[in-house]
């Protein structure tokens, strides 16, 4: 029997659609800024669906596109002058950035209250400390997807596969506050199979198409799939196909995890305008 198919595509719209109800009370329209630095192929089509879906629901958007050989300091000169705009409630920097540029400098130049991405220092140490973080957009769909089908995640055990900043860390401190059991797998794991094997709730956030397998997975575990890998020109998750003949429920690749990254930017933009404007903290 084939797992049930988490549609992430419901429940981004399900947010979005709460997202477009809660702008009609505010008195002002928040503002994303996307900066894209160079042409990759994919980051052009990622900050296009965020330009494009913020534009529908009704917010402001402005993509800044800046040249490939744009240098560490004019970049830094550039986020640090949008970040400072009284306009500007959020603002993120898309990556992979082109070499040499280094990420991580720029996401420590951003406003914290207008970290949309949440990978700002301050909003990682509110995170894991349970304070008010803006969180990282895909492990916060994670939650969303689990909430939204009902899925119980107190007392649960959780393995993630993949300790990355963007998804397999955050993650973990997510489904800890919700009083799951968490484990973090990585390349060096050993008998990685046997501990997935021991998941009710698997996340598979490494990057390589189908590296687990059905043998990997519990009968009718939750299965997370954040991979997005291009096989033959079309996307594939880190979930072998099979794996939907003994998981319980599985996000699919595409229409899965991916749109939800996507609306919960739009959540944490709303969010962040409505704190930084003083209007309660949506
Ligand atoms: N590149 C891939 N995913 C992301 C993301 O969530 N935010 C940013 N800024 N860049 C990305």
């Known amino acids: 029997m084939a797992a049930e198919r988490l549609d992430g595509r419901e429940v981004a719209r399900s947010v979005t659609r709460e997202l477009a109800e809660t702008l009609t009370t505010l008195p002002f329209k928040p503002q994303l800024v996307v900066v894209r630095v160079g042409e990759d192929p994919a980051s052009v089509a990622y900050v296009r669906g965020k330009d494009r879906t913020a534009t529908q629901l009704g917010l402001t958007s402005r993509v800044e596109v800046l040249g490939e050989s744009t240098t560490q300091r004019e970049l830094l000169a550039r986020v640090l002058e949008i970040s400072a705009d009284p306009e500007v409630d959020g603002i993120l920097v898309q990556d992979p950035l082109p070499p040499p ?7 420590e130049a951003i406003d914290p209250a207008k970290d949309v991405d949440g990978f700002h220092p301050v909003n990682v140490g509110r995170l894991w400390n349970g304070g008010r973080a803006l969180v990282p957009c895909t492990p916060a769909g994670l939650i969303r997807i689990m909430d939204f089908y009902g899925l ?11 300790r990355s900043s963007l998804v397999g860390k955050p993650a973990a401190v997510l489904f800890l506050q919700r009083d799951a059991t968490v484990t973090v797998a990585h390349s060096k794991t050993r008998s990685l199979g046997t501990l997935t094997r021991e998941a009710d709730i698997l996340v598979a ?5 189908a590296l687990l397998t059905r043998e990997m997975v519990k009968p009718g575990a939750v ?3 954040v991979g997005i890998n291009r096989v033959e020109g079309k996307l594939r998750g880190d979930v ?7 998981a319980g429920y599985l996000t699919p690749v ?12 739009m959540q ?13 903290g949506a």
Do not use: C, F, Y
């Open 223 to 225: 299965v997370l799939d």
């Open 254 to 265: 595409p229409g899965g995890v991916g749109p939800m990254t996507v609306a919960m930017l």
């Open 205 to 209: 956030a490494v990057g390589r198409h």
């Open 101 to 107: 540029l280094d990420i991580r400098a720029v996401q």
């Open 240 to 246: 072998h196909p099979e794996v939907t003949e003994v």
């Open 268 to 280: 944490n933009t709303v969010m962040a305008a409505s704190r930084r404007r003083g209007d309660g």
């Open 152 to 162: 119980e995640i107190a007392g649960k055990r959780v393995v993630i596969v993949g």
